[in-house]
């Protein structure tokens, strides 16, 4: 009963109309129950390190997936230098280049049919046009595929890692709006 209480005040910590990280003190309730006994929330352990990961079985929007990592204590997946990312590939690398496990989102499916990826835990300020993560630090460490972030339409401020299916291959970062696709879902959760 008490894990439900700390879900529901979570789930309201980062809202649509308030893109801006959660300070991890705001989560550490959840954090603590979820770190007792990590494994029983699915959460699997990195090798030498404090850092566990979940991948959900369903696919979402940027902010639904934020508020779902928020739920069980922690944030969607940072990616901050070559070996996180390294590691976040080999997470997914089951699901991403088959398409049947790709829940197509809300439009623009010609596009979403060809291609899939997962949310990383990053937006761009509307206010400074500066990335940052969900834990608060700045974005250093990047793999944006070229031409990108392009902030089409001024619209594009959430992060994905993307792959393409026809050709089976990795294509970059590329920034796209927060509600405009369902994408995989990595939830990193520090210990």
Known sequence: MITLIFISFTLSLFSKS????????????????????PRQYGFVKRSCSNVYYTVSDLAMDWF??????????GHLATSKNL?????????????WYNISNLNHGF???EWSSQNSGYWIGAFRSVLTNTWTFVDGSQVFFTKWTKGQPDD??????????????SSKSYIGWN???QFSYNFHVICELKC
């Open 18 to 37: 308030n893109c801006q990280y959660v300070n991890d003190n705001l989560l550490n309730p959840v954090t603590n129950i979820v770190c007792k006994n």
């Open 152 to 165: 089409f339409k001024k619209s594009q401020n959430a992060l994905i890692d993307n792959f393409a299916f």
């Open 64 to 73: 639904s997936a934020e508020n779902y990592c928020q739920s069980l204590g």
């Open 83 to 95: 070996d996180d990312d390294k590691y976040l590939h080999s997470v997914l690398s089951d699901k």
């Open 175 to 177: 920034d796209i709006s």
């Open 107 to 109: 439009f623009w499916k």
